[in-house]
């Protein structure tokens, strides 16, 4: 049969916004959680990371939220560029070494 | 540019036949990752090695094997293929064992094609 492929979230934002880019995970028990961009055609590239006892982690123009409450995980951009267009993935540490990724964002940004 | 390199960059191949990706960690890294990229499954951890030992398993099939050498390459194995093999495949390192805050890098990845 046809198989189906996954349907990304996709989020369109203008030249110069914020963007924010959620992201649920599955394990109450993971440590560690990275945010990574994977534009066309090249591997995924670390953007943040943060560990479970902080909530708030602040990078270049980019800052991540963790809500451990409700396992949840966000991606603020900052002025966002027309670089920043890419698939922003979520993952979490789920065992030693292993991560778990989530399905990704599609984000797009309009000159 | 992350510093992992991985050859060949494309690969087409048939079905039933066997592929070897190699991957070039960054240099002083000491684990090297494999993950699967597929439409259908999005981003997969295969396998990890540290310094020439198996370290961690994930989702990887009997037909796929690999191995990290004394110079700390790797090499990913894919045997009898299936359409269903086709998929990008990516290597990613990191300095330790696999530590929570060990950042994995990753290589710009090996698109095969199994026709």
């Known amino acids: 049969g046809e198989s189906v492929g996954l349907h990304l979230p996709t989020l369109s934002v203008q030249e110069g916004d914020n963007s924010i880019i959620n992201c649920a995970y599955s394990?109450?028990?993971?440590?560690?959680f990275i945010w990574y961009k994977q534009e066309s055609g090249k591997g995924p590239q670390f953007i943040i990371d943060?560990?479970?006892?902080?909530d708030k982690r602040q990078g270049q123009r980019v800052t991540v939220l963790l809500n451990k409450t409700v396992k949840h995980l966000s991606l603020q951009i900052a002025a966002t560029q027309p670089g920043d267009s890419a698939v922003y993935f979520c993952?979490?540490?789920?065992?030693?070494?292993?991560?778990?990724f989530g399905q990704g964002t599609i984000l797009t940004v309009h000159p | 540019d992350s510093g992992v390199t991985q050859t060949p960059k494309h690969l087409i191949t048939a079905t039933g036949q066997r592929v070897t990706l190699r991957c070039s960690p960054r240099?002083?890294?000491?684990?090297v990752y494999w993950y699967q990229q597929s439409l259908d499954q999005g981003l997969q951890f295969l396998i990890q090695?540290?310094?020439?030992?198996?370290?961690a398993k994930g989702n990887i099939l009997e037909r796929f094997s690999a191995q990290q050498f004394p110079d700390l390459h790797s090499e990913l194995n894919l045997s009898s293929l299936e359409l269903g093999d086709s998929a990008l495949y990516f290597c990613?390192?990191?300095?330790?064992?696999?530590?929570?805050?060990?950042?994995?890098?990753f290589g710009p990845g090996t698109r095969l094609t199994v026709l």
């Open positions: 990613a390192s990191s300095v330790h064992r696999g530590h929570p805050t060990d950042t994995q890098y």
């Open positions: 394990n109450s028990a993971s440590d560690y």
């Open positions: 943060i560990r479970s006892n902080m």
């Open positions: 993952a979490e540490m789920t065992g030693y070494g292993k991560l778990t």
């Open positions: 240099s002083g890294d000491l684990s």
């Open positions: 090695y540290y310094n020439g030992e198996e370290r």
